[in-house]
């Protein structure tokens, strides 16, 4: 046996030695490190800028670069071939706006390939399609979907399976156009629903994946071959309740499938933080053959609302609830189900709407495609949809007040998900037409009762107003937008903070020094939401100085209301004028105005002569929003009577009417608060040129 000595320096000089003698022995080894054939990395991942980077070669023979694709243009290697160990410069282009990209280089060197991987970054790849399931009828026919995605069909891979894992052979031509997903089913005889599933998905350069299915149900053929066809006049004259007869009716389809401004979606009734948008995805309108009337559609389901905008259809309408409307006059049709449709197909030519003026439309119109005449925005300012973006959630839709060239005006309505109701653009300022759906709704946001009709822009090519404000019919007489705040860093600047944008006239509360601009005992400057959200002065759509506002609204003294009042001239105006405001009131303010006008400026004269009425809403509270409460403002249109046209001096107010209040819990239910401020964004005076 060998013994070993355990001294611990014995063993660290053992120890020491044998390095000494292994390195001795591969000290020429390390000095003359060789390799066929190496790079320093395996992947170089770039931004979505033009960019450059260097790869490293090492040989000890000569090599060679090629790519995978000899028309890449975007990435450059100026050396495709070279000897020995070298640094190789790559650049590529600006792939701003596109999906990621890579390209793979292969380095050879005698009978060794190494390669790289070149990525660079790009848009994220989005795939989401709207509806999670089809129905198809049993006559089959071309359906679509909204789907958003930023990646071309082409590099999709689209998987089809039936539920049973057979081929979806019934399912053909997928195509994706406009922001739809197109198929075609074929026509089914199958005594039960067929179904299946497509799934699409797409692995970027970057290996990331994203992916998303859909469910496609075929109906089998309804029990209506002995259906008799009726008239939407016939229809009108049943009664209420389910419509028990076996009967069709023939139309065309007015609406998007899942449009994003079909219908009113719904809120919670109050601290609501999500929009219901339940009603977009079940309504459809389908307009009579001769366009003169039109009933809603509301489906039993989403996935039951296979109707689609510019179709020809035939409904059966048995099994279905008739509901009717009056004051105004309209038809509903609920619970309609996907095998109800006993015919579609798409029509050759674009439905075009029926031209009318405000002053022609009658409850024939509701629902059905029509454009109106010679109009324009009442208050042009901004954007289509003018509130508190904070409040995007708990506010499902905005009315842009139109006015026409004959003096009528009603609310054109843009629900948040309209993709450019707030885009970065200002509204057309001039004057031209308006189409889109003629409806009835209610929005307790804006006072429940809006007017007997509204309108639904579908598409924003409905909207063909002129950009310049000197291309409407309009001549404003006065007008002011704007609290001008110049004056407090410098009093020279602007004397009155109120003086007009344009023409000539004064602005104040009554009961207040006219020139009090202080928040205590005057007018003061206040904000409004009409601000380009691209714009750096403005959060939120907020604009700072965009409104202007005053307090104590009732003299106790006079157990009156007090007012905004308008001091002007209108010598030499033979034309109708119309007066324009914006405004909304605190939680406790005034809610309810008069107008009326005098030439006589004492509020106590007996003289004064009404013109109209009209409410304004609680602004919004973040802690407790209620259903009745603005996000923003609300706009009224109001015509003044010709009695007051030709006057040396006169004198328009808005004065609060009674004492009536909102409260952090009621719309209605407080009283009048003079610590509660009422604020005005805009008011104007026009007439005709």
């Not at 390939?113 to 006559?139: F, H, N, R, Y």
Request: charged content about 20%; overall charge neutral.
């Amino acid at each position: 046996m060998i013994k070993v000595n355990s001294n611990p320096i014995y063993l660290l000089f053992l120890t020491f030695l044998s390095t000494v003698l292994f390195f001795g022995c591969q000290k020429d080894e390390l000095r003359q490190f060789t390799t066929d054939l190496a790079i320093n990395q395996r992947i170089v991942q770039l931004a979505d800028s033009a960019a450059s980077t260097k790869i490293q070669i090492y040989s000890e023979d000569n090599w060679t670069i090629e790519t995978q694709a000899k028309d890449s243009v975007w990435l450059t290697v100026p050396v495709n071939s070279g000897s020995g160990k070298k640094l190789i410069d790559i650049s590529v282009t600006s792939n701003a706006g596109n999906l990621p990209r890579a390209q793979t280089l292969f380095i050879k060197s005698g009978n060794k390939t190494d390669s790289v991987s070149i990525q660079q970054k790009g848009l994220v790849p989005t795939l989401a399609i709207v509806d999670e399931e089809l129905k198809a009828i049993a006559g089959g026919g071309t359906m679509r979907t909204a789907i958003n995605t930023n990646i071309p069909f082409e590099l999709m891979k689209v998987e089809k399976t039936t539920l049973a894992d057979g081929d979806l052979d019934w399912v053909t031509d997928l195509n994706i156009e406009e922001g739809y997903l197109y198929l075609k089913v074929a026509a089914s005889t199958q005594p039960s629903i067929r179904q299946g599933k497509l799934m699409f998905s797409y692995l970027d350069a970057l290996n990331v994946l994203v992916k998303d299915s859909i469910m496609i149900s075929q109906q089998v053929k309804g029990a209506y071959e002995n259906a008799k066809p009726v008239s939407f006049d016939e229809v009108r004259m049943k009664g209420e309740g389910e419509i028990m007869e076996d009967i069709y009716i023939e139309g065309i389809i007015i609406n998007d499938k899942g449009g994003n401004n079909v219908a009113l979606n719904r809120n919670a009734a109050a601290n609501k933080h999500t929009i219901d948008r339940t009603p977009t995805s079940v309504t459809a309108y389908i307009q009579s053959l001769d366009g003169r009337q039109a009933f809603k559609i509301e489906t039993a389901t989403a996935g039951d609302n296979i109707f689609d905008r510019n179709q020809k259809v035939k409904l059966w309408l048995k099994g279905s609830k008739l509901n009717k409307h009056s004051a105004p006059e309209f038809i509903t049709i609920s619970g309609v189900q996907s095998l109800q449709v006993m015919e579609q197909n798409a029509l050759a030519t674009q439905l075009q709407p029926r031209e009318r003026f405000m002053s022609e439309l009658t409850d024939r119109d509701l629902f059905t495609y029509v454009k109106l005449k010679d109009v324009e925005i009442s208050v042009p300012s901004g954007a289509y949809s003018n509130i508190n973006e904070g409040y995007v959630n708990r506010a499902s839709v905005y009315p842009l007040n139109l006015r026409d060239i004959r003096g009528n005006s009603l609310y054109a309505l843009f629900n948040v998900d309209v993709p450019y109701r707030r885009d970065g653009r200002r509204v057309p300022q001039g004057s031209g037409n308006f189409a889109g759906i003629l409806v009835y709704e209610e929005i307790e946001r804006y006072g429940t009762q809006i007017g007997r009709y509204a309108i639904r822009p579908q598409h924003e090519t409905d909207i063909t107003l002129q950009e310049n404000r000197e291309s409407g019919f309009s001549k404003v007489h006065v007008e002011w937008s704007r609290f001008k705040d110049e004056h407090e860093s410098s009093p020279t600047a602007a004397q009155n903070p109120l003086t007009p944008d344009i023409g000539t006239g004064k602005i104040y509360r009554s009961g207040y020094d006219p020139l009090n601009f202080t928040a205590a005992s005057g007018i003061y400057k206040t904000g409004d939401f009409n601000g380009l959200l691209q714009e750096p002065t403005t959060v939120k759509g907020a604009v700072a100085n965009g409104g202007w506002g005053a307090r104590n609204w009732w003299n106790e003294d006079k157990n009156r209301g007090e007012a905004w009042v308008v001091e002007m001239s209108t010598s030499g105006i033979s034309k109708q004028l119309s007066l324009q405001v914006e405004g909304n009131v605190d939680v406790g303010g005034p809610r309810n105005f008069v107008v009326e006008w005098n030439t006589n400026s004492d509020m106590d004269d007996s003289n004064w002569k009404h013109v109209a009425d009209f409410t304004f809403q609680d602004i919004t509270q973040w802690s407790n929003t209620l259903i009745s409460q603005v996000p923003g403002y609300k706009v009224v249109n109001i015509n003044l009577p010709v009695d007051l046209l030709n006057k040396s001096k006169v004198f328009v107010r808005l004065k609060v009417k009674d004492k009536a209040a909102g409260t952090l819990t009621n719309p209605v239910g407080g009283t009048l608060v003079n610590s509660a401020n009422c604020r005005l964004g805009h008011l104007s005076i026009k007439y005709n040129k």
